[in-house]
């Protein structure tokens, strides 16, 4: 079984930064992560936010491009999500998501109990 827990969620004004963290934990060995991924959910519609393939390549939602960069320490099995400049309307609960997780007694997609991101002054 693997558990992701995220960290880094909080209250900051418009135009201020956070990181988020997402760490992957499991009884077994971690061999492999496809992809890693953030998604924010707000007024009920989850949205893809960024994501990271294992060869580094990335994707960014378009309302996110310039502000927000994903990365991932595969020997940690960590992603990060550092986001600057930071609007009200990035206000949302923030969840992370690995894809095709291998490893001793873990297989599949996982997701993270989400973490809450508030921008207001």
């Known amino acids: 079984q693997v558990q992701l827990v995220e960290s880094g969620g909080g209250l900051v004004q418009p135009g201020g930064s956070l990181r988020l963290s997402c760490a992957a934990s499991?009884?077994?060995?971690?061999?492999?992560?496809?992809?890693m991924g953030w998604y924010r959910q707000a007024r009920g519609q989850r949205e893809l936010v960024a994501s990271i393939?294992?060869?580094?390549?990335?994707k960014y939602a378009d309302s996110v491009k310039g502000r927000f960069t994903i990365s991932r320490d595969n020997a940690k099995n960590t992603a990060y999500l550092q986001m600057n400049s930071l609007k009200p309307e990035d206000t949302a609960a923030y969840y992370c998501?690995?894809?095709?997780?291998?490893?001793?007694?873990?297989?599949?997609?996982?997701w993270g109990q989400g973490t809450q991101v508030t921008v207001s002054s």
């Open positions: 998501n690995f894809e095709e997780v291998l490893g001793v007694g873990a297989s599949g997609d996982y």
């Open positions: 499991a009884s077994g060995t971690i061999f492999s992560i496809r992809s």
């Open positions: 393939a294992s060869d580094g390549s990335t």
